[in-house]
Nanobody, 120 residues
Framework: QVQLAESGGGLVQPGGSLRLSCAAS????????MGWYRQAAGKQRELVAQ???????WLESDVKGRFTISRDNPKNEVFLEINSLKPEDTAVYYC??????????????WGQGTQVIVSS
């Protein structure tokens, strides 16, 4: 089992920055992909960024240039640096581990989420 604990959310003014952290406990495999999703009020949860253990990243187009995802493999941690925050970035941000199982199925692990509010 994998447990994920996010931190770093809060209230920030437009144009500000935040650094979200996620610590994973349990076994994290080198094949696991770690990432961040967000869910705004009344909207579906959406993938924001992913990173594999080799450091290859994917970022949703709307956040490219503002968000940076990084990963500390020995510590089983993943981070999301968010700059130039906009009110539309307001959401609950969830840490995610995506794992491909031996039988070809996938499993997702989720944290409890951390709230980010961008407001003046």
């Amino acid at each position: 089992q994998v447990q994920l604990a996010e931190s770093g959310g809060g209230l920030v003014q437009p144009g500000g920055s935040l650094r979200l952290s996620c610590a994973a406990s349990g076994n994290i495999f080198s094949s696991d992909v770690m990432g961040w999703y967000r869910q705004a009020a009344g909207k579906q949860r959406e993938l924001v960024a992913q990173i594999d253990s080799g450091g290859s990243t994917w970022l949703e187009s709307d956040v490219k240039g503002r968000f940076t995802i990084s990963r500390d493999n020995p510590k089983n941690e993943v981070f999301l640096e968010i700059n130039s925050l906009k009110p539309e970035d307001t959401a609950v941000y969830y840490c995610n581990v995506w794992r491909r199982m031996h039988d070809g199925t996938n499993i997702n692990y989720w944290g409890q989420g951390t709230q980010v509010i961008v407001s003046s």
